[in-house]
């Protein structure tokens, strides 16, 4: 359960959701055979949770895809997408809680 991972930071979006980024996703994100690039990029990572555009994935609807355009990114990109999953966890009381986290996050050309 990531909920009780260590979170490097959390935001509220647009839609008032919270989203939290642990430091497990962070080093998954910054892994040489993923998404390197984001290193200098975290701060645009937090706006584009923040503010960008959000789509609902047609397939899983507890899996939503940010992005917000940015100048300045490595190589040809455009902007930031982040892919964050929105789920619950039961608290001690019973009660569900949101848990929605960054599961990914990379840089993309989009014309």
Do not use: C
């Not at 490097?8 to 939290?20: G, I």
């Not at 940015?70 to 982040?82: G, K, M, Y």
């Amino acid at each position: 359960m990531l909920l009780s991972m260590s979170r490097r930071w959390t935001v509220r979006d647009h839609w008032n959701n919270e989203v939290y980024l642990t430091d497990e996703r962070w080093e998954h994100i910054l892994a040489p055979f993923n998404h390197p690039e984001m290193a200098h990029y975290e701060t645009e990572l937090v706006e584009t949770i923040r503010s960008g555009t959000r789509k609902q994935d047609s397939l899983n609807p507890r899996k939503y895809r940010y992005s917000k355009a940015f100048s300045r990114l490595a190589e040809d990109n455009t902007h930031i997408v982040a892919i964050v999953l929105f789920a619950f966890v039961e608290l001690e009381s019973g009660q569900p809680a949101p848990n929605n986290y960054v599961v990914t996050a990379f840089q993309k050309e989009i014309g």
